[in-house]
């Protein structure tokens, strides 16, 4: 029985992940529009609170190595900060 309710706990845990990255994809595609369309300029706190559920998401190893250094390269380009490797 026990492993059952691990199933189905790991199963509600990938389907939020899930969630979690078809939003984060849904907004940043909304950011994109909005800077090409030039109506809005972007939000540093709405780009900080993104990279907050970035770097959440991938502490807890819902996103990959590489899908999280892009995203970051986004956003710190978003912010207007450059981003330096340390390896």
């Known amino acids: 029985m026990a492993r059952k309710g691990r199933e189905r706990f790991e199963k509600r845990r990938l389907e939020q992940a899930r969630r979690d990255r078809k939003k984060a994809k ?3 595609a909304e950011a994109r529009r909005e800077d090409e369309d030039g109506t ?3 939000d540093e706190a709405a780009l900080m609170e993104r990279f907050r559920v970035l770097s959440e998401a ?8 590489e899908d999280y250094e892009t ?17």
């Open 40 to 42: 809005g300029e972007t």
């Open 58 to 65: 991938h502490a807890a190893g819902e996103i990959e190595d």
């Open 26 to 28: 849904q907004e940043r």
């Open 71 to 87: 995203q970051r390269s986004e956003l710190f380009a978003a912010l207007g900060l450059e981003h330096h490797d340390h390896g």
